[in-house]
């Protein structure tokens, strides 16, 4: 007599975030690492720019670092709409829409962390690309190195 075959239940599917996780994290951190450079590039180049009297340099630093920090917003929100869209249930009301993307407690798995990540790199990006503004307000108003000409 021969025992039965052990029969093993079939493994659910596993959930696949809506995005890639480069896409989440590129959204999280462009915006930061926008700002630091930023930063780091303005500190940099002022000696030169003061020295040569050429603001030009300077301005296009913080162009291109708010771009850099605008790319993080856009793909933010792009992440947080795609995880935010992809509800299995397919409901559309609007209470469970609202629901389904703004991430909340106890949505784990990688929709809930995708979810997560695109809120969180949506909000960090929009504040550092107004942090680079900030830092660009006193390049355009000031004159270069406290000079009145």
Same mark, same amino acid.
């Given at each position: 007599m021969s025992a039965p075959p052990i029969v093993r239940p079939a493994a659910p599917p596993r959930e696949h975030p809506p995005v890639s996780n480069l896409a989440a994290w590129a959204g999280v951190l #462009?915006?930061?690492?926008?700002?630091?450079?930023n930063h780091l590039a303005l500190t940099f180049a002022e000696p030169s720019a003061c020295t040569n009297d050429a603001q030009l340099?300077?301005?296009?630093?913080? #162009?291109?670092t708010f771009l850099i920090a605008l790319a993080g917003v856009a793909i933010a929100w792009r992440t947080w709409g795609r995880a935010g869209r992809s509800d299995a249930a397919g409901r559309s009301d609007a209470a469970d829409r609202a629901d389904r993307e703004w991430p909340r407690a106890g949505a784990g798995g990688p929709l809930g962390r995708t979810r997560f990540m695109g809120a969180l790199g949506f909000i960090l990006s929009v504040l550092f690309a107004t942090v680079v503004i900030a830092q660009w307000i006193p390049i355009t108003m000031l004159p270069l190195c406290g000079s009145a000409g």
């Open positions: #462009l915006g930061p690492v926008a700002f630091v450079l340099p300077l301005d296009l630093i913080a #162009l291109v």
